[in-house]
Nanobody, 124 residues
Framework: QVQLVESGGESVQAGGSLRLSCEIS????????MGWFRQTPGKEREGVAT????????YYADSMKGRFTIARDNAKNTLYLGMNSLKPEDSAMYYC??????????????????WGQGTQVTVS
């Protein structure tokens, strides 16, 4: 079974914090790279943050650096995204994703094969 299920999205006031979780099936969890992406209506899906299989390398979009933190818990097969100092422009559907092989461009959507259904974050 290939499954990624996000949770934790909700409405929050600007300046607030959230932590998103993504439960990932064992089949997918061994993927080389996992990450978080987000999308708003009329815009392309954009990379937020990624982390490789053993947590050695992480990548963040410029606007997220210092505010968002990606982490993984291998015992729980779960990927996390901590979000602080949230801004209205952070409002989006957030998706977790996993690549099947090495990702040359970790923040680019085409690098990822497996996707979750998304969890909505609304910042007002």
């Amino acid at each position: 079974q290939v499954q990624l299920v996000e949770s934790g999205g909700e409405s929050v006031q600007a300046g607030g914090s959230l932590r998103l979780s993504c439960e990932i099936s064992l089949y997918v969890y061994s993927s080389y790279c996992m990450g978080w992406f987000r999308q708003t209506p009329g815009k392309e899906r954009e990379g937020v943050a990624t982390i490789n299989t053993i947590g050695v390398s992480t990548y963040y979009a410029d606007s997220m650096k210092g505010r968002f933190t990606i982490a993984r818990d291998n015992a729980k097969n779960t990927l996390y995204l901590g979000m602080n100092s949230l801004k209205p422009e952070d409002s989006a559907m957030y998706y977790c994703a996993a690549s099947e092989t090495y990702a040359r461009y970790p923040l680019r959507e085409p690098e990822y094969k497996y996707w979750g259904q998304g969890t909505q974050v609304t910042v007002s």
